[in-house]
């Protein structure tokens, strides 16, 4: 079955950088979209990023257009999320998240959208 793996979170102060990573393995014919979430305690989780695969295309969500940036490796199988200007709002569990379909859909930050998830990485922004 179709399996994601979270890397690269931390502890970084405010201002600073980290970039995360999702590692896509299992019986895959095609390379999927991928969709970035995250979720802080007590709160729902949200839709922060999403790329396609066949199809060009890259979403964000309003809170983090113009830090962050997302990126993908075919040959390596893997997804990056480059967070730059990081904020304390910006700390919470970040997961990466497929439905197998090659393009992000309309709705791309919803969550019931996607069947198969990373146990996710944590990122704490603190002085």
């Known amino acids: 079955q179709v399996q994601l793996v979270e890397s690269g979170g931390g502890l970084v102060q405010p201002g600073g950088s980290l970039r995360l990573s999702c590692v896509v393995s299992?019986?895959?014919?095609?390379?999927?979209?991928i969709g970035w979430f995250r979720q802080a305690p007590g709160q729902e989780r949200e839709g922060v990023s999403c790329?396609?695969?066949?199809?060009?295309?890259?979403y964000y969500a309003d809170s983090v257009k113009g830090r962050f940036t997302i990126s993908r490796d075919n040959a390596k199988n893997t997804v990056y999320l480059q967070m730059d200007s990081l904020k304390p709002e910006d700390t919470a569990v970040y997961y990466c998240?497929?439905?197998?379909?090659?393009?992000?859909?309309?709705?791309?930050?919803?969550?019931?959208?996607?069947?198969?998830w990373g146990q996710g990485t944590q990122v704490t922004v603190s002085s």
């Open positions: 299992g019986p895959t014919l095609n390379y999927y979209a």
């Open positions: 790329i396609s695969s066949s199809i060009s295309g890259t």
């Open positions: 998240a497929t439905d197998k379909a090659a393009i992000c859909l309309t709705h791309w930050e919803r969550r019931d959208g996607y069947d198969y």
